[in-house]
Every structure is written in structure tokens, then in C-alpha cells.
């Protein structure tokens, strides 16, 4: 895509600024999450146990609204009503292998999403640009145009961004996410999953929930027993695109039960 979505399209962007992080070097090594220190020590504290109004409360903050939106409404669940399939273009091999791996994390663990990465761009419905940080700005003015672009820069600074198309139905038709490579393994990390994830439907952040990912004070690098929650109810076939508020209500509870005994099982939970 070489410029804003027309506004029937419903076109949004969340981006994630990490103005404060201090980047490491790259390195010539291809770590994964759980091997790096700084996800190590985060898997270590993080919490596991929510009640069910916590989980209810983070996903509809994060699958309703938009933290930066173009056009259309965002007052209604928006996701994927199919398979997704992911195209990464980089020369660099390592952060594809990296992406990948990240892809198939997601696969396993969110039950009904079919998910994988494939090799050419024409079947792609979402497609993961690889770029150097220097390349990010003119990048974005190629996505969104010139001036959004300064728009984004001068207001949030992003180190990594995503965003979506979706038809009249709420169902996602394409996705496109722009990553860094040259920040270090932590930073692409967090910003794959992160950014990843949003693609997929839960676009807006929210600096009132403190276990989510989506929230620009939160870096996990990994994906999370939270965040897991909620993209397991949106992916929940009786969750569907489109839906409203009350009508998410109406069928949570019975949607839950079933996602916790999920998360409880892929990630070997005790009570």
C-alpha cells in the first residue's frame, strides 16, 4: 500500500514509541525470546493469575477504540475472518528467522487462529517490512503519505507501527507492519509481537491496564499470559467482526470459560 486506505476502509494505525529504551548493538547471533536476559527476567515476575473482570476489562479497552485512527468507525470488533498469512520483505535473514519464529508462537497459542508465514507476497493478507531505522521515516511516507508521516513523527515517534484495512463487515482484509531490524534483539522482539499482535485486531493501547503489551509503558518482548487471554476471546468464533460492545457482553462469560482452560493448558498453569 502506497498511501492512506479510503476512508470506507476503515484504515488505522497503533504505534509503539521507545523513546526511552536503551538500544543494544546488534549482534551476529539469531536469539529468541526466552534467551535474552531482559525477557528472561520478565517471564520471571510476570503475573499469571487474573480474575475474570481484569481479563474482561483489557480486552474490551484493547479491541474497542483505536490509539490513532484515519477513518471509519472503532466502536466495533474488528478481526481477521480467515486464515493469515504472513509475507516478510528483508534482506535480512536473521530477523526473518526471528519473525518467524514469532508467527508460530502466536499459532499455538491463540486456538482459533490459523497463522503462518509464507514465502511470496501475493497471497499474503499480512505483510511485515523489514527495515533499518534510518529507512523508518520514508518508509511510513510510502505507507501513509508525507504528511501524516510528519504527523506521526513530530507526535509519537514510533520505533515500529502496524495497521489494518477492514470492509464494511469489520472483517480485517489487510494488514501491514513496519519493524525495525537495527535495534537490538530486544527491541525487535517486543516490537514483532507487539505490533504483530495489533494487526490483528486489538489496535488500541491503553495506559490503564499494567499487564498488557498494549500499553506504551509495558515492553514484554515475548508474548504474554495476558495478552494471550485477550486475543483468545477475540479469536473465539462466537466473537465476531462487527459486534458491539453489548453483544461482546452477552456471550463473554460462556467465551471465557472455554479461553481459560485453553490458556491454562498451553501454558501448563497451575490453579
Known amino acids: 500500500m502506497s498511501a492512506l ?6 484504515f488505522r494505525i497503533a504505534l509503539l514509541a521507545l523513546a526511552t529504551f536503551a538500544f543494544a548493538p546488534d549482534t551476529a547471533t539469531i536469539a529468541v525470546a ?16 487474573f480474575t475474570d473482570g481484569e481479563i474482561v476489562e483489557g ?34 535473514a536473521d530477523r ?11 499459532g ?41 508521516a510528519r504527523e506521526i513523527r ?15 463487515n469489520f472483517e480485517i482484509e489487510h494488514s501491514d507492519v513496519i519493524l ?13 509481537y507487539e505490533e504483530l ?5 486489538p489496535i488500541n493501547d491503553t495506559a490503564s491496564v499494567p499487564w498488557t503489551m498494549f500499553n506504551d509503558n509495558v515492553s514484554m518482548g515475548y508474548f504474554d499470559v495476558y495478552d494471550q487471554y485477550i486475543l483468545n476471546l477475540l479469536y473465539d468464533p462466537r466473537i465476531k467482526a462487527g459486534m458491539t460492545v453489548q453483544e461482546v457482553r452477552a456471550v463473554l462469560p460462556q467465551v471465557l470459560a472455554d479461553v481459560r482452560a485453553w490458556v491454562k493448558r498451553v501454558n501448563d498453569l497451575k490453579e
Do not use: W
Open 34 to 49: 526466552g534467551e535474552l536476559p531482559a525477557v528472561a527476567s520478565r517471564q520471571r515476575a510476570e503475573k499469571k493469575s
Open 96 to 106: 526473518k528467522t526471528q519473525l518467524a519464529k514469532v508467527v508460530a508462537d502466536i
Open 108 to 148: 499455538r497459542r491463540v486456538q482459533h487462529l490459523d497463522i503462518a508465514m509464507i514465502d511470496t507476497s501475493e497471497a499474503a493478507n499480512l505483510r511485515v517490512k523489514l527495515v533499518r531505522d534510518r529507512d523508518l521515516f520514508r518508509t511510513i511516507s510510502s505507507f501513509y503519505g508525507a504528511e501524516k
Open 154 to 168: 513530530t507526535s509519537l515517534d514510533p520505533q515500529c507501527l502496524s495497521g489494518f484495512r477492514k470492509n464494511d
Open 197 to 201: 499482535l495489533q494487526s490483528l485486531g
Open 5 to 10: 486506505a479510503p476512508p470506507s476502509s476503515g
Open 59 to 92: 480486552f474490551l479497552k484493547t479491541a474497542f477504540g483505536a490509539e490513532y485512527h484515519l477513518a471509519g468507525r472503532v466502536d466495533r470488533i474488528r478481526k481477521f475472518d480467515g486464515p493469515v498469512r504472513v509475507y516478510a520483505e528483508s534482506e535480512r
Open 180 to 192: 525495525t531490524v537495527d535495534n537490538g534483539d530486544f527491541t525487535f522482539l517486543d516490537c514483532a
